[in-house]
Nanobody, 117 residues
Framework: QVQLVESGGGLVQAGGSLRLSCAASRSIFNINTMSWYRQAPGKQRELVAAFTSGGSTNYADSVKGRFTISRDNAKNTVYLQMNTLKPEDTAVYYC???????????WGQGTQVTVSS
């Protein structure tokens, strides 16, 4: 089991930057995948960025070149650096962890990101 707590959201103008943090209640070293998702009003939740089980990273096409996922295993924390933000990036951002290939998944409570034009 793991608890995930996101932070770092807020209101920013278009073109600005934010860094989201996801603090886990246990070591993330052996967690199968850790990801960031987002959900805008009236839309389905979508994958934004992820660390895969092989250690590589995946990004949604809409954020490639602007967002960077990173991790600090010593702090049990995953980050999402978001640059050149656009109004369409406005959403609630969620941290997600999948403990094993067939294991349980967990979500954080979400953090609101609002980008004004």
């Amino acid at each position: 089991q793991v608890q995930l707590v996101e932070s770092g959201g807020g209101l920013v103008q278009a073109g600005g930057s934010l860094r989201l943090s996801c603090a886990a209640s246990r070591s993330i070293f052996n967690i199968n995948t850790m990801s960031w998702y987002r959900q805008a009003p009236g839309k389905q939740r979508e994958l934004v960025a992820a660390f895969t089980s092989g250690g590589s990273t995946n990004y949604a096409d809409s954020v490639k070149g602007r967002f960077t996922i990173s991790r600090d295993n010593a702090k049990n924390t995953v980050y999402l650096q978001m640059n050149t933000l656009k109004p369409e990036d406005t959403a609630v951002y969620y941290c997600h962890a999948k403990l094993a290939i067939l294991g349980p998944t967990y979500w954080g409570q979400g953090t609101q990101v609002t980008v004004s034009s």
